[in-house]
T-cell receptor
Framework: AQSVTQLDSQVPVFEEAPVELRCNYSSSVSVYLFWYVQYPNQGLQLLLKYLSGSTLVKGINGFEAEFNKSQTSFHLRKPSVHISDTAEYFC??????????????FGTGTSLTVIP | DGGITQSPKYLFRKEGQNVTLSCEQNLNHDAMYWYRQDPGQGLRLIYYSQIVNDFQKGDIAEGYSVSREKKESFPLTVTSAQKNPTAFYLCAARAGLANTGELFFGEGSRLTVL
């Protein structure tokens, strides 16, 4: 089974500053990668996904992520954050290894707080 | 609008009572999932179903039960055997050939045991 590690549980950042939320996973064999955002008392919304092709993926709300196969990482970045970006962010991996049922594995989340 | 509808949004239960959380989708997706979310623990898989009339246990199935009689519906029952049921519950559905797409989530149901 995969494991997904989000290295920072909480990230405070000033408004208009850049931010990077880190995500590492355990195996680079046959995976799809995702970042989701969750606002308080709501479900998860997809920010972006990597399935194949270019390793730099652009998503909604100005976020982007880079897939690094050798480092088994999929870090999320935004060059300038806004107050409205304050939320919980989850990294997820879909394991495509035959026999695993294409299961999703989630990290424990990173709480991003944007400071005015 | 297409999507996943969970109800109720908030639910209170006395100890010893069973409660059923509803999840309905109009996305025509085959696979559906139930997750439990607790602070600092991310999402943990309770049950999932890849086709009608079939479902599989996830990592924390004890004290829960599900059914999948219709493609669009996947209700979750939290039974009295679940020792610590207070949590936020999320239902999801999955698209793509052989379920290789992303998960689409409902808005969640918050269960509190009094």
């Amino acid at each position: 089974a995969q494991s997904v590690t989000q290295l920072d549980s909480q990230v405070p950042v000033f408004e208009e500053a850049p931010v990077e939320l880190r995500c590492n996973y355990s195996s680079s064999v046959s995976v799809y990668l995702f970042w989701y955002v969750q606002y308080p008392n709501q479900g998860l919304q997809l920010l972006l996904k990597y399935l194949s092709g270019s390793t730099l993926v652009k998503g909604i709300n100005g976020f982007e992520a880079e897939f690094n196969k050798s480092q088994t990482s999929f870090h999320l970045r935004k060059p300038s954050v806004h107050i409205s970006d304050t939320a919980e962010y989850f990294c997820a991996v879909s394991d495509l290894t035959p026999g695993t049922g294409n299961q999703f594995y989630f990290g424990t989340g990173t709480s991003l707080t944007v400071i005015p | 609008d297409g999507g996943i509808t969970q109800s109720p949004k908030y639910l209170f239960r006395k100890e010893g009572q069973n409660v059923t959380l509803s999840c309905e989708q109009n996305l025509n997706h085959d696979a559906m999932y139930w997750y439990r979310q607790d602070p600092g623990q991310g999402l943990r898989l309770i049950y999932y179903s890849q086709i009608v009339n079939d479902f599989q246990k996830g990592d924390i199935a004890e004290g829960y039960s599900v059914s999948r009689e219709k493609k669009e519906s996947f209700p979750l029952t939290v039974t009295s055997a679940q020792k610590n049921p207070t949590a936020f519950y999320l239902c999801a559905a999955r698209a793509g050939l052989a379920n290789t797409g992303e998960l689409f989530f409902g808005e969640g149901s918050r269960l509190t045991v009094l």
